[in-house]
């Protein structure tokens, strides 16, 4: 068959050694295609030219040799293989062959039909499998290359939390990587499309393409085609052209190339589709399934990374709506409340210790201690949105660091009395100053200690002490409690957050609070709870002198 034949060369100055040449194919069996050339230069023009499988090149020739042929067609990137004809033959001239590039040679008086079937198959045997092996080797680097680009996507992609950037990124990386000249991602939302990235080749702006969801299970896509210079072609003639069988002939005529598409969905973690990415027109040859692939591990990332992103901004929209909600229950609430509580206490100073009304009396000191603590919350809750906002104030000025450890332990003995638990504080003399708000300090105290007194049995102890750390003062509040498990300590001084399995409820905000204002002191706050050992609240304040 033609289309099978092996396509040589034959190229001799002599018309005789030629004939010879064309004879020895013929009768050697192989389906062959000759084409003559008479010289070095003839030759060179035909490699240039035409596509071979082999070349046949008489070593000696007027002016020049086998030798420069060979030379000069690999300078210029021919890579078929060649076979020298030689009047004479030694391991010399054999040397000299090889290494300018010659795939073989026979000496002419070696030239028989079964010498030279046996060369031909030999040597176009290795140069096709010389020419795919170095095609899946660039396949091969092309394909590394890509999963690079895919790994370096990646950090991109996920290095921000906010959908159009994330968007944008997962579209350019996928246009460039797949060397596509148009991309772009389209999102699926409560079943109609909305937009996401575009990126375009900057040679290329020919073509316009959407992608709309037509509802979630479905995304259909069309192409609005303009050619800069075949203006006549319309999305109409496109679609007649797209229903006739004969459209892709009729295109290539014309010069025109519909371009080729790939797309991968973007679906979320329950299944559900999220979007699409597609390309259009790679800038060489058609996509394939390593393109795919590719492809395929993008929109994977995008839509874990989209997941991320809408959970972010749902999980900042909650926050925002609660702290919105917080602020003004705060704000509405403190004035009644105050107003109660100073009723109260009105009251109960006015009314007769021997008062009849006993009973009326007990009641009275109910609303007193219930309006204390809903306006400690309230406090707790604007104390909560002044850190959370920057505006916590405090006014540092040179402290003692025993008369606030000495106040905030007598502060708290009573509630500790109650809960049989000692609280002991270990003060020498004399103690350095600190830079503190001694208000704000003393809450910081109360909320370490309250916290303390909350989880620990009864018949425990709570122990306060301070030390000097270079220019800082470490203060420590240490129980005998439980402790706290391993995986909870990174969030105990999470606003709101409370461990799951406690039975001691409260507002979450204590220790939130007390970061706040330890921070805004310039100080610095943790917690350490060795396995059996309890927990050990420690903060630091700035050391000062009295100077100062």
């Known amino acids: 068959m033609p289309d099978l034949a092996l396509k040589v060369l034959v190229v001799d100055d002599d018309e005789v050694d030629r004939m010879a040449v064309r004879r020895a194919l013929k009768a050697s069996g192989i389906d062959t295609l000759v084409t003559e050339a008479d010289g070095a230069d003839s030759a060179l023009a035909c490699l240039a030219g035409g596509t071979f499988d082999c070349a046949l090149i008489d070593y000696r020739m007027p002016g020049s040799d086998g030798l420069e042929v060979v030379r000069r067609a690999r300078e210029k990137g021919v890579l078929v293989p060649f076979i020298m004809l030689t009047g004479f033959g030694d391991e010399q001239t054999a040397v000299e062959l090889m290494k300018a590039g010659a795939s073989d040679y026979i000496p002419k008086s070696s030239l028989t039909s079964q010498r030279l079937a046996q060369s031909l198959r030999g040597v176009v045997r290795v140069h096709q499998a010389e020419v795919e092996a170095s095609r899946a080797d660039d396949e091969l680097r092309r394909y590394a290359q890509q999963l690079r680009s895919v790994a370096q996507a990646a950090i991109e992609i996920n290095s921000t939390l906010a959908v159009d950037a994330m968007l944008q990124a997962t579209t350019e990386n996928a246009r460039r990587i797949l060397s596509a000249r148009r991309a772009e991602t389209r999102l699926s939302v409560e079943g109609a499309s909305s937009p996401g990235g575009n990126a375009l080749d900057s040679q290329t702006a020919l073509w316009r393409a959407t992608a709309p969801a037509d509802d979630e299970q479905e995304l259909t896509s069309w192409a609005d085609a303009t050619r800069d210079d075949m203006p006549g072609i319309t999305p109409e003639i496109l679609a007649m052209l797209a229903a006739d069988p004969d459209a892709p002939g009729l295109l290539d005529s014309t010069g025109f190339r519909v371009p080729t598409t790939l797309s991968a969905e973007l679906v979320g973690r329950d299944g559900r589709m999220l979007g699409v990415i597609q390309l259009w027109d790679k800038k060489e040859g058609d996509f394939d399934e390593a393109d795919e692939a590719i492809l395929t591990q993008l929109a994977q990332l995008a839509s874990v990374a989209l997941e991320n992103a809408r959970l972010f901004k749902a999980a900042q929209e909650a926050t925002r709506a609660r702290d919105d909600l ?32 006993l009973t009326a009396r007990r009641q009275l000191q109910v609303i007193q201690r219930a309006a204390t603590r809903a306006n400690r919350l309230i406090q707790d809750l604007l104390d909560v949105a002044r850190i959370q906002a920057g505006g916590l104030v405090v006014d540092p000025i040179p402290v003692e660091v025993s008369s606030l450890i000495i106040e905030a332990v007598e502060a708290a003995t009573p509630l500790a009395g109650a809960q049989d638990l000692k609280v002991q504080s270990d003060v020498t003399e004399p103690t350095p100053m600190v830079a503190s708000d001694r208000e704000r300090m003393l809450q910081v105290f109360a909320n370490l200690i309250g916290n303390a007194i909350k989880f620990t049995p009864r018949g425990g102890q709570i122990s306060v002490h301070a030390r000097v750390e270079d220019s800082e003062v470490r203060f420590t509040i240490a129980d005998t409690g439980p402790g706290i498990p391993h995986e909870h300590l ?33 100080g610095r706050i943790w917690v350490e709870s060795p396995p059996g050992s309890g927990a050990q609240f420690n903060f630091t304040l700035p050391a000062t002198s009295r100077a100062s």
């Open 490 to 522: 990174e969030h105990v001084f999470d606003r709101y957050w409370q461990a799951k399995s406690t039975r001691k409820l409260g507002t979450g905000l204590g220790l939130s609070i007390a970061k706040g204002i330890v921070e805004a002191h310039g």
């Open 326 to 357: 917080v602020a003004i229950v705060s704000h509405d609430l403190r004035n009644p409340v105050h107003t109660i509580h100073m009723a109260t206490a009105f009251l109960l100073e006015t009314a007769p210790a021997n008062d009849r009304r």
